[in-house]
């Protein structure tokens, strides 16, 4: 992910004692939103994950003496990558990457509230 540019970088299968989510998916504005679609369109599997090019905040320690610790923001340069999990399922095409800009629930074309950032087809 570099910006708003999402490419796939990897594909790989993993095995073991996967438990379902407890409550819940989480949701808020800014985080990331994968979902597995069908050919119909139908939402097969879905994750959200904090965006990995959030800007951090924290309080620099080594400011001048007399003064507080001042906040320093640090942005990343270039490519972040990010991972998500999803089952592995038969019926999938296409993957859907969505950046989220409001609460749960659906606009007009059943898709959420956010920008759409990538469509990326799967091979069977």
């Known amino acids: ?17 996967f438990h379902r989510r407890r409550g819940p998916l989480a949701w808020e504005p800014g985080m990331l939103y994968c979902c597995l679609l ?12 904090p965006a990995p090019d959030q800007v951090c905040v924290v309080l620099d320690p080594h400011g001048n003496a007399d003064t507080a610790p ?6 990343p340069e270039g490519p972040v990558v990010f991972q998500v999990r ?25 898709e959420p509230e956010g920008a759409l ?5 799967l091979t069977r």
Do not use: W
């Not at 001042?70 to 942005?75: C, D, E, G, N």
């Open 1 to 17: 992910m570099s910006g708003d540019q999402i490419t796939l970088e990897a594909v790989t299968d993993i095995r073991g004692n």
């Open 38 to 49: 069908d050919d119909s369109q139908r939402i097969l599997a879905e994750e959200t994950l």
């Open 70 to 75: 001042q906040p320093v923001r640090f942005t």
């Open 86 to 110: 999803m089952p592995k399922i038969d019926a999938a095409t296409q993957m859907k990457i969505y950046r989220l800009a409001g609460p749960r629930g659906t606009t007009f074309n059943g």
């Open 117 to 121: 950032l990538a469509t990326i087809p």
